[in-house]
């Protein structure tokens, strides 16, 4: 049974008054961690970033959070992150660090106007930024050479897609789904 609770933690068990309990790097087997729907949640404790075997973190409609922790970089085994619903109006830099990191979602974020350059994440095979209506850039999307599914639609803002996608056809891999309906004044157009 130990094992089980340090492999999957989920929601409220680790929630304390709104803040992640610092004691949760004593779970240093923690592969999944899904604090979704937690909306008293206001703070991550930098502890969560002492997770090296944690592969998922799932922090959908956390309204309460502002912004995603500095450090979160240093989740190196870190293999899918999904925000959505939040009110952040940036993502860290150090967000471009996840080098293991295979899908990315952070979707209806409408206050989400800037990402750091993605394009070190060339493990990346989803990448859904739907929703992002003051997003206006996805710096190093032309670069994903793994990129198998892309969503970005009601991303209003975004200012050239074409020029995002320039060479993007040509380095990706399989079938790409683009779904970018909905997108900037300048919309994409197949080349």
């Known amino acids: 049974m130990s094992e089980i609770l340090h492999r999957h933690m989920s ?4 929630i304390l008054q709104g803040r992640v309990h610092e004691s949760i790097d004593d779970l240093d087997k923690l592969v999944c961690l899904n604090l979704r729907d937690c909306g008293s949640l206001k703070k991550i404790s930098d502890n969560i970033c002492r997770l090296s075997s ?68 060339q493990a990346l095979r989803y990448l859904c930024m739907s929703g992002c209506r003051h997003l206006m850039d996805v710096p190093g999307l032309s670069k994903l050479r ?9 991303c209003k803002a975004l200012r050239n897609m074409n ?25 994409y157009r197949p080349q």
Do not use: F
Not at 11 to 14: G, I, L, V
Not at 146 to 154: D, F, K, M
């Open 146 to 154: 793994c990129l198998e599914s892309l969503a970005l639609h009601y």
């Open 54 to 121: 944690l592969e998922k973190l799932v922090l959908r409609s956390c309204r309460s959070l502002g912004e995603l922790l500095e450090e979160i970089g240093r989740l190196t085994s870190l293999k899918v992150l999904q925000l959505s619903q939040w009110y952040m109006q940036r993502l860290p830099e150090s967000v471009g660090q996840l080098t293991n990191l295979q899908e990315l979602e952070v979707s209806n974020c409408a206050d989400l106007k800037t990402i750091p350059d993605i394009s070190d994440l």
């Open 163 to 187: 020029d995002m996608m320039k060479g993007g056809r040509r380095t990706c891999r399989g079938d790409r789904r683009l779904n970018v309906g909905g997108c900037g004044k300048n919309g």
């Open 11 to 14: 929601s409220h068990q680790m």
